[in-house]
């Protein structure tokens, strides 16, 4: 792997770390990233679907899920893991997304998880070719493509230290703080990083000094490199080996941090769990001696390491093998930004023509574009762009539901709303008010019950036990007139077209088991018209791809009443109309038709 990183890399972040998610968003549009870095949050007690974030002067919207499993489904090209969960967490979070796979690199930014389970999960990881950044890291970055979270500080200081392009040096470091400060120097004394981890201070981290040093070896963009070690551990010697036996040929300078340890008597811990030296070897001077004598460029201190960065960057662009790096066109994120009050995701109005889900309403809208009612409820009701024999199916049902008649509730609160001089709007939401559980409501509860019998493999009998045991009429069955010998032509019709279109009826046809064993009983306990409707819907979502999941939102959210809602209206309107057309009067109920039973009130 050449490269870790790229402008296409895109991650599953974990734990909602809203400032720094919002840093890697600004950067993203400072460089002019075509996508956002962060895909998705795993945010496992948020209940929300998604959290908003700038990009820029707007916002965006990044989904949030409840566990790793369920963001990667969704988004299976994000293969960065940002780990921000704790100490506690960290490690078990780490695991299940190498058990997942589909991950190439995983940082974690957790320090202090317990070294015996450190050791097994960067083993595993690299048994899986799994690059981990970490534990107790505050990323890597590559200018110019993709940065972690924190890494690099503030826009302000990225572009000071030109982190917003690639440069020529490949940095590695233990320290997050002292990344930031060597990006600073080397954007002063040469010309900036191509690629730079810091791979965290616990005493064992996933990738070490020298896994990222191959890599960066391997990278074209990658002319020199940077090695800031510390006190404690051997990490450095393999790089020695490697010098000597010629897998890194590219200069190196290297400086081993924590020398002033010498100068105290007994042994001292620095800030870091694995600055800590062991044994002679394990000290800073040691491995500072050591790298030197490996040809390393090695700087008699610290302070001195500037003019050695300065020195070997003007060798190398003197020889010619690093060139002038032109700067590229920047956006400049707003410093004052406001956060949107609502949110539209299904229509746009903002450019000359109003667009569906995308799509311009002039390629929906006229008969030549072969586009109906069931295109334009399928773009800006579910966002998709549904096949013929659903939208058919859709323009069917809104069809066999329009109008039942003057009698049923809702016509006649339109028809007595109209009758007292109100509006079409005002009277035809009196007769949709009156839509709900009793009146409409038996789609929804048809889909909602039939399925749960479905999805749990109860058997006909096993379904009426259990509408028994919780005291519910089976909604869906039955019909005041129609029978077996007197079928409802409707639901005739809608069995029809599913047989000769669906690619399946498993609910329709589970369905039609039960309504033998309800008309056994009793021949009018058919599957009426609103069960067929809402078992068949199942069914088309089911053909569509969408997870039982979803479909159970789709119910108990009322998308299948809303169908109802919508067919209806257009009955409603017609009765209004009618109520108008024929210039009705006021409508009063005839007392014969009341039951008075009125008693002299008890006095208290």
């Given at each position: 792997m050449?490269?870790?990183y790229?402008?296409?890399?895109?991650?599953?972040?974990?734990?909602?770390?809203?400032?720094?998610?919002?840093?890697?968003?600004?950067?993203d549009?400072?460089?002019?990233?075509?996508?956002?870095?962060?895909?998705?949050?795993v945010?496992?007690?948020?209940?929300?679907?998604?959290?908003?974030?700038?990009y820029?002067?707007d916002?965006?919207?990044?989904?949030?899920?409840?566990?790793?499993?369920?963001?990667?489904?969704?988004?299976?090209?994000?293969?960065?893991?940002?780990?921000?969960?704790?100490?506690?967490?960290?490690?078990?979070?780490?695991?299940?997304?190498?058990?997942?796979?589909?991950?190439?690199?995983?940082m974690?930014?957790a320090e202090?998880?317990?070294?015996?389970?450190?050791?097994?999960?960067?083993?595993?990881?690299?048994?899986?070719?799994?690059?981990?950044?970490?534990?107790?890291?505050?990323?890597?970055?590559a200018p110019?493509?993709?940065?972690?979270?924190?890494?690099?500080?503030?826009?302000?200081?990225?572009?000071?230290?030109?982190?917003?392009?690639?440069g020529?040096?490949?940095?590695?470091?233990?320290?997050?703080?002292?990344?930031?400060e060597?990006?600073?120097?080397?954007?002063i004394?040469?010309?900036?990083?191509?690629?730079?981890?810091?791979?965290?201070?616990?005493r064992?981290v996933?990738?070490?000094?020298i896994?990222?040093?191959?890599?960066?070896?391997?990278?074209?963009e990658?002319?020199?490199?940077?090695l800031?070690g510390?006190?404690?551990?051997t990490?450095?010697?393999?790089?020695?080996?490697?010098?000597?036996?010629?897998?890194?040929?590219?200069?190196?300078?290297?400086?081993?941090?924590?020398?002033?340890?010498?100068?105290?008597?007994?042994?001292?811990?620095f800030?870091?769990?694995?600055?800590?030296?062991?044994?002679?070897?394990?000290?800073?001077?040691?491995?500072?001696i050591?790298?030197?004598?490996?040809?390393?460029?090695?700087?008699?201190?610290?302070?001195?390491?500037?003019a050695?960065?300065?020195?070997?960057?003007?060798?190398?662009?003197?020889?010619?093998?690093?060139g002038?790096i032109?700067?590229?066109?920047?956006?400049t994120?707003?410093?004052?930004?406001?956060?949107?009050?609502?949110?539209?995701?299904?229509?746009?109005?903002?450019?000359?023509?109003?667009?569906?889900?995308?799509?311009?309403?002039?390629?929906?809208?006229?008969?030549?574009?072969?586009?109906?009612?069931?295109?334009?409820?399928?773009?800006?009701?579910?966002?998709?762009?549904?096949?013929k024999?659903?939208?058919?199916f859709?323009?069917?049902?809104?069809?066999?539901?329009?109008?039942?008649?003057?009698?049923?509730s809702?016509?006649?609160?339109?028809?007595?709303?109209?009758?007292?001089?109100?509006?079409?709007?005002?009277?035809?939401?009196t007769?949709?008010?009156?839509i709900g559980?009793?009146?409409?409501?038996?789609?929804?509860?048809?889909?909602?019950?039939?399925?749960?019998?479905?999805?749990?493999?109860?058997?006909p009998?096993?379904f009426l036990?259990?509408?028994?045991?919780?005291?519910v009429?089976?909604?869906?069955?039955?019909?005041?007139?129609?029978?077996?010998?007197?079928?409802?032509?409707?639901?005739?019709?809608l069995?029809?077209?599913?047989?000769?279109?669906?690619?399946?009826?498993?609910?329709?046809?589970?369905?039609?088991?039960?309504?033998?064993?309800?008309?056994?009983?009793?021949?009018?306990?058919?599957?009426?018209?609103?069960?067929?409707?809402?078992?068949?819907?199942?069914?088309m979502?089911?053909?569509?791809?969408?997870?039982?999941?979803?479909?159970?939102?789709?119910?108990?959210?009322?998308?299948?009443?809303?169908?109802f809602?919508?067919?209806?209206s257009?009955?409603?309107i017609?009765?209004?109309?009618?109520?108008?057309?024929?210039?009705?009067?006021?409508?009063r109920h005839?007392?014969?038709?009341?039951?008075?039973?009125?008693q002299e009130?008890?006095?208290?």
């Open positions: 050449e490269k870790l790229t402008k296409d890399t895109q991650a599953i972040f974990w734990n909602n770390n809203t400032s720094a998610i919002q840093r890697m968003l600004d950067y549009y400072t460089i002019k990233r075509k996508k956002p870095s962060v895909a998705a949050i945010a496992p007690t948020s209940g929300s679907k998604f959290e908003k974030f700038f820029g002067p916002e965006i919207m990044i989904p949030t899920f409840k566990t790793t499993a369920a963001a990667k489904a969704a988004h299976p090209h994000a293969d960065v893991l940002l780990n921000f969960a704790s100490f506690r967490t960290a490690y078990d979070v780490t695991m299940e997304a190498l058990n997942l796979g589909g991950f190439s690199s995983i974690i930014t202090g998880i317990p070294e015996r389970l450190a050791r097994g999960m960067n083993e595993f990881a690299r048994n899986k070719n799994v690059t981990v950044i970490g534990p107790a890291t505050v990323g890597a970055i110019g493509a993709f940065k972690i979270a924190n890494i690099g500080g503030t826009i302000e200081n990225i572009v000071q230290s030109k982190l917003h392009r690639t020529s040096c490949g940095l590695v470091t233990r320290s997050g703080g002292l990344f930031n060597l990006s600073n120097i080397i954007a004394n040469a010309d900036g990083i191509a690629e730079g981890v810091a791979i965290g201070g616990d064992f996933g990738s070490v000094f896994d990222n040093l191959l890599r960066m070896e391997a990278n074209p990658v002319k020199y490199m940077i800031l510390e006190v404690g551990g990490e450095e010697y393999k790089v020695i080996d490697a010098i000597k036996a010629g897998k890194i040929k590219k200069p190196i300078i290297a400086w081993c941090i924590g020398t002033i340890a010498k100068h105290f008597s007994s042994g001292v811990q800030g870091h769990a694995g600055a800590s030296a062991n044994a002679e070897a394990e000290t800073a001077a040691a491995k500072n050591a790298m030197a004598k490996a040809g390393m460029f090695v700087p008699e201190s610290f302070n001195a390491l500037p050695k960065i300065a020195e070997v960057y003007s060798k190398l662009k003197a020889d010619g093998i690093i002038e032109a700067e590229p066109d920047m956006n994120c707003p410093s004052v930004r406001k956060s949107k009050e609502f949110i539209c995701t299904i229509s746009d109005d903002r450019g000359d023509e109003a667009t569906y889900a995308g799509f311009p309403i002039s390629s929906l809208a006229t008969p030549d574009t072969g586009k109906g009612i069931g295109d334009v409820v399928s773009l800006l009701w579910f966002k998709k762009q549904y096949p024999w659903a939208t058919d859709i323009e069917t049902v809104i069809k066999t539901v329009a109008d039942h008649g003057p009698a049923v809702g016509a006649h609160n339109a028809k007595v709303t109209a009758r007292a001089g109100k509006s079409v709007v005002e009277s035809l939401v007769g949709l008010l009156t559980p009793r009146f409409g409501g038996a789609i929804d509860g048809a889909a909602e019950y039939f399925k749960y019998a479905d999805d749990n493999k109860l058997t009998a096993e036990n259990h509408m028994k045991k919780v005291g009429p089976i909604p869906g069955i039955g019909h005041r007139i129609k029978s077996l010998k007197n079928p409802d032509l409707r639901v005739e019709g069995k029809k077209y599913a047989n000769a279109h669906f690619p399946s009826t498993s609910l329709l046809d589970y369905a039609l088991t039960v309504e033998q064993l309800t008309t056994s009983k009793k021949e009018n306990l058919i599957l009426n018209v609103d069960g067929t409707i809402g078992i068949l819907m199942v069914d979502w089911r053909a569509l791809g969408y997870t039982e999941e979803e479909i159970n939102e789709f119910i108990s959210s009322g998308t299948l009443n809303a169908f809602i919508v067919g209806r257009i009955g409603f017609g009765h209004v109309l009618d109520e108008k057309r024929l210039a009705m009067p006021m409508y005839p007392m014969d038709d009341i039951l008075y039973d009125v009130a008890e006095k208290i």
